[in-house]
Nanobody, 123 residues
Framework: QVQLVESGGGLVQAGGSLRLSCAAS????????MGWFRQAPGKEREFVAAISRRGGITDYADSVRGRFTISRVNAKNTVHLQMNSLKPEDTAVYYCAAKPVPGVVTTAEYDYWGQGTQVSVSS
């Protein structure tokens, strides 16, 4: 079992920045590929960003590429999502997820999920 707890969400004006964090516990964190997803009201959960077990490979949704950066610190069992130039359409609940595989996973086929953290961007 892996437990994931997200933090760092909040309300920000358009053009602003937020940094989300996801703290993992329970198993060897460096064995897990990690991802961030988001779900807006009335919409399906969508992929945002993913990072490989040691951080050497990352991938992003086209809608956030160039604005968001995913990173991880295996020594601290954490993964981060730095979000810059935020837009109202980035408003959603953001979830981190974990899967014990190499490479990156850009679909929702993760084994473990956090409870989510709300990000709201005002215009």
């Amino acid at each position: 079992q892996v437990q994931l707890v997200e933090s760092g969400g909040g309300l920000v004006q358009a053009g602003g920045s937020l940094r989300l964090s996801c703290a993992a516990s329970g198993r060897t964190f460096s064995n897990y590929a990690m991802g961030w997803f988001r779900q807006a009201p009335g919409k399906e959960r969508e992929f945002v960003a993913a990072i490989s077990r040691r951080g050497g490979i990352t991938d992003y949704a086209d809608s956030v590429r160039g604005r968001f950066t995913i990173s991880r610190v295996n020594a601290k069992n954490t993964v981060h999502l730095q979000m810059n130039s935020l837009k109202p359409e980035d408003t959603a609940v953001y979830y981190c997820a974990a899967k014990p595989v190499p490479g990156v996973v850009t679909t929702a086929e993760y084994d473990y999920w956090g409870q989510g953290t709300q990000v709201s961007v005002s215009s």
